[in-house]
């Protein structure tokens, strides 16, 4: 069995997906990231795969109490930073600026926002900034037509790609983040192009994810092929290097002298609030319900939304944690010691027998992938996507469409 068969192997055993209801407030450590999810979106397109509402004024007010109840409930008081995910979160901005007033106050750090490109001028980009967002990213996926119809990407096409980019990398946020997507069957010239025209205006970085054929999408009966995303994203890797960019985790590409980063999935410990958010603090992994109408009687009742968890004991919690800060770039021994406490032996194993084969490096407490390991990491990610998110996912959108039946059965 190799390594990567048997890190898949553990997590079969380890992370157990279990119903959530009747979960209590989280205990954090140390101060978690905030993620908050705004599901509204005025339009869906066919790639998506995250949970999202068609866009309603109305319920968007109830929505931010609905944040609010939620925040109480758990009772956490600081953050390290907050980031604003969708849906489409900037397309309403008296919404975007009651969250961020709100919950501002809560951190010392970055507020990060996602931007679709459709809602980017330099009007709306300068009242973005004036709310106290200083992160951003847009989603700009593709500069090429079609490869955007290709993905069924709505409210855009190449003019207002082009437009986006120039407009938010002049906008004076701290750090820009630029969004592409690529699928491995399409023309690989097409993504070469993408990346070199995003490079060419200066982003903080530019973030390349291959295509994930998510059960609730268009793309659903179609297949990843994982040595071909390998060999375009290693190509990727050389273009980047030569106009002044490093790979700074599996998929994101950022400027050499940079050391932010922009990033949703590799955050030590974070709370999620919102429908469908997730949070991990170290014990558990807990997604909330997709039903937006569930997930308002529950806050009215005063329970905490979460749906779905998986319970992790220490070793198992080490290695979550370990997967993800290597798919980020660099693991510290020294800091998970310091939250987990000594490394269990088979975690040490697990750690030597990769250094052993090639696919980490280690420099006193610093554990990075090498080229070799970043192949397996990227291997070993979409296999957790399909085998627990989308696993996940797919059993709330269910959950939420026999909620919305019964519903309706009852009127």
């Known amino acids: 069995m190799s390594l990567a068969e048997r890190v898949m192997e553990l997590s079969k055993r380890l992370f157990r997906i279990e119903d959530a209801d009747g979960a209590g407030p989280l205990n954090f450590d140390s101060s978690p990231g905030l993620y908050i999810h705004i599901p509204f979106c005025p339009d869906f397109c066919s790639f998506c795969p995250y949970n999202k509402t068609k866009y309603d004024a109305e319920l968007t007010v109830s929505y931010l109490n609905a944040l609010k109840r939620e925040s109480d409930l758990e009772r956490i008081e600081h953050f390290s930073s907050i980031y604003i995910g969708g849906g489409t979160p ?91 997507i690529f699928d491995y069957q399409l023309d690989r010239r097409r993504i070469v192009e993408d990346l070199k025209t995003a490079i060419s205006y200066g982003p903080e970085q530019v973030s390349v994810y291959p295509m994930m054929r998510f059960a609730d999408t268009a793309f659903k009966n179609t297949k990843n092929d994982p040595e071909k995303e390998l060999e375009i994203l290693e190509e990727l890797e050389n273009v980047a290097l030569a106009h002044g960019y490093v790979r700074d985790s599996l998929w994101t590409f950022r400027k050499s002298a940079e050391r932010r980063k922009y990033s949703s999935v590799s955050r030590e410990f974070f709370m999620g609030i919102g429908t469908s ?135």
């Not at 600026?97 to 010392?108: A, I, L, P």
């Not at 980009?125 to 955007?148: A, C, H, K, P």
């Not at 069924?152 to 980019?165: A, E, M, P, T, Y």
């Open 277 to 411: 958010a997730s949070s991990f603090n170290g014990k558990e992994f807990r997604t909330n319900t997709f039903s937006l109408d569930e997930y308002f009687s529950s806050l009215e009742t005063g329970r905490i939304p979460a749906r779905k968890i998986i319970k992790m004991g220490r070793f198992s919690a080490i290695l979550y944690y370990s997967f993800w800060a290597l798919y980020g770039g660099c693991l510290d021994l020294g800091s998970v010691e310091e939250d987990f406490g000594r490394l269990p032996m088979r975690m040490r194993f697990l750690l030597h027998s990769a250094i052993a084969r090639g696919y980490l490096q280690r420099k006193k407490d610093i554990v990075k992938p090498t080229r070799k390991g970043t192949r397996k990491l990227h291997i070993i990610e979409e296999w957790l996507t399909y085998n627990f998110i989308d696993r996940i996912w797919t059993d709330l959108r269910r959950e939420a469409r026999d909620h919305f039946a019964s519903l309706e059965s009852t009127l």
């Open 90 to 180: 900037s397309y309403d901005l008296d919404l975007l600026r009651g969250v961020v007033s709100h919950f501002k106050e809560t951190t010392n750090g970055e507020i990060a926002l996602e931007i679709h490109p459709a809602d980017v001028s330099s009007k709306r980009l300068y009242e973005i900034r004036e709310t106290g967002v200083n992160f951003v990213s847009l989603g700009i996926q593709s500069f090429d037509d079609s490869t955007l119809n290709s993905m069924g990407r709505k409210r855009q096409d190449s003019g207002v790609s082009l437009s986006s980019i120039a407009e938010t990398t002049s906008a004076g946020f701290d750090f820009v983040d630029v969004d592409l």
